[in-house]
């Protein structure tokens, strides 16, 4: 399986990370990634840049730099019930990607109801394309309940390479969550999560989860160009 795209990444102005996004773009394009979407944390989360300043000036980036075709998103915090998120939505209607993660270091764990309900919520938010890392065991959930909903408001899961790399037990969660996905008919995206350049495109775990489980590749939005292409057209991204 050839991914193309890469669609969580972080730059320096997260706060943790620490690669500027010229050398992102420069790792993409040694990669030979069609697609990069670099996805800034929040304001909520520590050290975060300003919501509406930074994001939104995003549009007066380039679509394209050195072969690469760049999507210009934000990494949102679930702060509580309802699927609220830590940026306004007059700031989320303005971003090609919008990904949805639940931080230990924005909102302190809390019962698996609690973040069933979050999830449910979420799902139903129509600016959100990506679930982030949903395989965090501290964040754990119902997941038959939370993956119909996704399905049914057609959001894409995540398989997040980072966590599989730094977040202990993530392995068996997700691949849980992957299985049932490919049961439930839910589309998933392999991402890097990557906080440094040499990470950029590094999704070669997420790929050999996939084929252990035999995921239907059809499912997967980035590992096709015209499948992730339609995804763009879809929402009203024309390149
Ligand atoms: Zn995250
Ligand atoms: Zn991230």
Redesign the pocket.
Known sequence: MKLIADTHTHTFRSGDAYSTLQENIAAAAKRQLSYLAVTDHSCLKPGGPDNWVHFTNQRLLPRFSEGVCLLYGI?ADVIGPGGKLSVPDRVLDTQDWVIA?M?ADVMSPRTSEDHTQMWIGIAENKYVDVI??IGDPIFSFEHRPVLQAFADAKKVVEVNTGSLLTRPNAYPVCRQIVTLCAELGVRIIVNS?AHFSNRIGDLASGVSLLQEIGFPEELVINADEHRFRKYLEHKGIRL
Request: charged share 35%; hydrophobic share 0%.
């Open positions: 990494e993660s931080h982030g890392h999560d």
